[in-house]
């Protein structure tokens, strides 16, 4: 998704109070005080993310794991840094207690677009790390089968993979054939 800018510093209570139950039905980031509107996806972006969420639901759904699409939020809180993101999809096999966000996810994929692509490789990467539990942060193109993998373990070295090749998402055990996440495409 693509993102604007609201300049007004705003601190992570109130963002949250106002986040919470929009009306109006517009999402926002929130990065140490400064908030960024989300933009509306495209048709490709829509169809690898729900690829996405469906091998991992089809994949978990006897566990104790629950996925999560793009209208749930990731909180990141640690000293004088502060970040809720939404991913386009989560997974997280920990009991999380907050209503409108998770602290706790295994799993993170993010689709990437020509505004995002950047911010996703860097500020969120970035951020996405300070999150003790997670293991495994996956970058897909929307529009071009190529999949990109940043592991803990691997102390975050990215993972391409491309058309004709598999993955293996350690994190909850699940094997993924990129053609599958981009049957759109042929």
Not at 19 to 38: S, T
Not at 50 to 64: I, N
Not at 81 to 109: A, K
Not at 119 to 127: A, F, H, N, P, V
Request: charged letters at 25%.
């Amino acid at each position: 998704m693509s993102a604007l800018t609201k300049s007004a510093h705003i601190s992570p209570e109130d963002y949250l109070l106002g986040e919470n139950d929009r009306p109006d039905g517009i999402k926002y980031e929130y990065v140490n005080g400064q908030i960024y509107a989300m933009m509306g996806a495209s048709r490709g972006h829509n169809l690898v993310s729900g690829e996405f969420f469906a091998a991992l639901h089809a994949h978990l759904k006897d566990s104790r794991c629950q996925i999560f699409q793009s209208n749930m939020k990731v909180g990141i809180q640690t000293i004088g840094d502060t970040r809720y993101y939404y991913p386009d999809v989560q997974v997280t096999c920990e009991e999380e207690t907050e209503g409108h966000f998770n602290t706790s996810p295994c799993l993170i994929v993010e689709v990437l677009s020509g505004s995002t692509a950047r911010k996703d490789r860097t500020e969120k990467l970035t951020g996405y790390r300070l999150l003790p539990t997670l293991q495994e942060y996956v970058l897909c193109s929307q529009d071009t089968p190529i999949v990109e993998v940043y592991r803990r373990r691997a102390e975050w070295q990215v993972e391409r993979y491309l058309s004709g090749q598999n993955f293996l998402l350690e994190s909850v055990g699940l094997e993924v054939a990129v053609d599958g996440l981009y049957r759109f495409l042929r």
